[in-house]
């Protein structure tokens, strides 16, 4: 799933970890050191750098797994903030 799937799924989660029916806004902020409950992988554009989606994207993947995979990224001049380049990030 993409950031806004798996900050919506987290939102949905209740406090004994099961996935629930949620209507309304959230005000979840994921950021490094953060435990994911539902989401196991995660697809993900290439974000600008200190956007909260890359912080999330961190989160999930790992600040240092994340900072070699953009260097890859930029060496090989994928896209940014686009649809297009994309990376799959795996637990």
Not at 6 to 27: K, M, Y
Not at 42 to 69: Q, R, V, W
């Amino acid at each position: 799933v993409g950031t806004t799937v798996v900050g919506t799924t987290e939102t949905s989660v209740s406090s004994n970890q099961q996935l629930i029916a949620f209507e309304g806004r959230t005000n979840k902020f994921i950021f490094p050191p953060f435990d994911f409950n539902i989401a196991n992988s995660m697809i993900s554009n290439f974000h600008p750098p200190k956007s909260t989606l890359m912080m999330m994207t961190a989160a999930f993947a790992g600040y240092d797994f994340l900072m070699e995979a953009y260097e890859v990224a930029i060496k090989e001049k994928y896209r940014f903030s686009a649809y297009g380049d994309a990376m799959l990030i795996l637990e």
